[in-house]
């Protein structure tokens, strides 16, 4: 087991410039999460997928933010024309299935910090 | 809605204890306690279910009063890797689809 995997680890950017982060749960869990953190905060909740369904979206992204996960595998959440409010640390976090008896326990990735210029 | 972490941040020496609280003003499923060090990720500590069942660190232990909507998290003897931040993440629906809800955090420094 290596964990949750995320890249790239940083990422600087200019303003208006899309980017994209990707995210490799642990192979057994097909809860995927994406949070969002920033300096002095704790992780902010943004999209959540069961399998390849995305189930649920915070209302606070907005429509520059879109998340996929083809095949229930992988994970990636893109940003359109980035603003200088988006840099912080987008955080992946994977679990398994809670409804199935599962723990609960989310098993986060080091993260991608971005940094829009 | 944001539980609510108290204090913000606690000194200690090595071999002290400490409470960090966390409450929340609506009813809650289970609270959840990660802690994270500066440049890594969160790493889970403990889960507190509605009901009373726990799950987590030997080290560590927690209590939630689902009366109150309120959890703490008992550090006792601390060591110099209990240094971090503790979030407290909270679930109002089992399994609920927008995961957790975290706090601020609360900065822990235990000093030698």
């Known amino acids: 087991d290596t964990g949750v995997s995320q890249n790239p680890r940083h990422k600087i950017t200019k303003r208006g410039q899309n980017v994209t982060f990707r995210c490799d749960p642990i192979s057994e869990h097909n809860r995927l999460y994406w949070y969002r953190q920033t300096l002095g905060q704790g992780p902010e909740f943004l999209t959540y997928?069961?399998?390849?369904?995305?189930?649920?979206k915070s209302r606070l992204l907005s429509d520059r933010f879109s998340a996929e996960r083809p095949k229930g595998s992988f994970s990636t959440l893109e940003i359109q024309r980035t603003e200088q409010g988006d840099s912080a640390m987008y955080l992946c976090a994977s679990s398994s299935n809670w409804l199935a008896g599962g723990p609960g326990e989310l098993f986060f990735g080091e993260g991608s910090r971005l940094t829009v210029l | 809605q944001q539980p609510v972490q108290s204090p913000q941040a606690v000194i200690l020496r090595e071999g002290e204890d400490a409470v960090i609280n966390c409450s929340s003003s609506?009813?809650?499923?289970?609270v959840h306690w990660y802690r994270q060090k500066h440049g890594e990720a969160p790493v889970f500590l403990m889960i507190l279910l509605k009901g009373g069942e726990q799950k987590g660190h030997e080290k560590i232990s927690a209590s939630f009063n689902e009366k109150k909507q309120q959890s703490s998290l008992y550090l006792t003897a601390s060591q110099l890797s209990y240094s971090g931040t503790y979030f407290c993440?909270?679930?109002?629906?089992?399994?609920?689809?927008?995961?957790?809800?975290f706090g601020k955090g609360t900065h822990l420094i235990i000093q030698p």
């Open positions: 997928f069961q399998n390849e369904a995305q189930l649920e």
């Open positions: 993440g909270t679930e109002r629906v089992r399994g609920g689809a927008d995961g957790l809800t």
């Open positions: 609506k009813a809650l499923y289970s």
